[in-house]
């Protein structure tokens, strides 16, 4: 029973190119969230969608970030012309249901360099 | 404001003693309260989870403790083992905006000595 999988699990980017975060959550789950983690900081909350929704993207910024969940395939982070600041971990969590109170499960995240 | 305070930033427990996180919140709409054990270069792992209808919640050598007219919230590790060593994040999450976005605290990197 496979968790949350998320690709790649490093990636380096340079200024000005665009980051793909991809993550396929738990089988049977189809409720998505995105975190960015900081270095020395805890988990920023960025975005939750369902398949082929976004529920609530409160947390993006407003600029250069957008997030997908196709109907098939996995959920995708793209960052376009990162810069350095972008350089975090990026967790993608899922759920078997949406709602309050569900547990979220993390995948392993993808660390994101940007030289 | 969504926040989370965690404390401390950093413990050191000696092997077999008892370790002690602390967390605040400020927003009374929080309504679950789940604690993560996070190890270096992995994704965080949900230990235990309380809503604020229990005081206390015990799940092996893990324990939370509420306090709702406070709004604080605690995890303590009994017999504190050298494997415990990971950072731990306490979170919280409610109605607001939809779903159960987690608004995490800051992290406690725990160390046991032996």
């Known amino acids: 029973n496979a968790g949350v999988m998320q690709n790649p699990r490093h990636l380096v980017r340079r200024r000005g190119q665009e980051a793909r975060l991809r993550c396929s959550p738990m089988?049977?789950?189809?409720?998505v969230y995105w975190y960015r983690q900081l270095p020395e900081e805890g988990l920023k909350f960025m975005v939750y969608?369902?398949?082929?929704?976004?529920?609530?993207e409160s947390g993006m910024p407003k600029e250069r970030f957008s997030a997908e969940f196709p109907k098939e395939g996995p959920s995708i982070l793209r960052i376009q012309q990162v810069v350095r600041g972008d350089s975090a971990a990026y967790f993608c969590?899922?759920?078997?249901?949406?709602?309050?109170?569900?547990?979220?499960?993390f995948g392993p995240g993808t660390r994101l360099t940007v030289l | 404001q969504q926040q989370v305070k965690q404390s401390p930033q950093s413990l050191i427990v000696q092997k077999g003693g008892i370790s002690i996180i602390n967390c605040a919140y400020e927003?009374?709409?929080?309504?679950?309260f789940p604690w993560y054990q996070q190890f270096p270069g992995k994704g965080p792992a949900l230990l235990i989870a309380?809503?604020?209808?229990?005081s206390e919640k015990k799940e092996g050598r893990f324990t939370i403790s509420f306090n709702k007219s406070a709004k604080q919230f605690s995890l303590h590790i009994m017999d504190s083992q050298p494997g415990d060593s990971a950072t731990y994040f306490c979170?919280?999450?409610?109605?607001?905006?939809?779903?159960?976005?987690?608004?995490f605290g800051t992290g406690t990197q725990l160390k046991v000595e032996l």
């Open positions: 969608l369902q398949k082929e929704n976004i529920i609530d």
């Open positions: 309380i809503r604020p209808d229990v």
């Open positions: 089988k049977g789950h189809s409720h």
């Open positions: 927003n009374t709409a929080f309504d679950y």
């Open positions: 969590a899922s759920s078997l249901i949406g709602g309050r109170n569900n547990e979220q499960f």
């Open positions: 979170a919280a999450s409610g109605l607001t905006g939809g779903g159960n976005k987690l608004t």
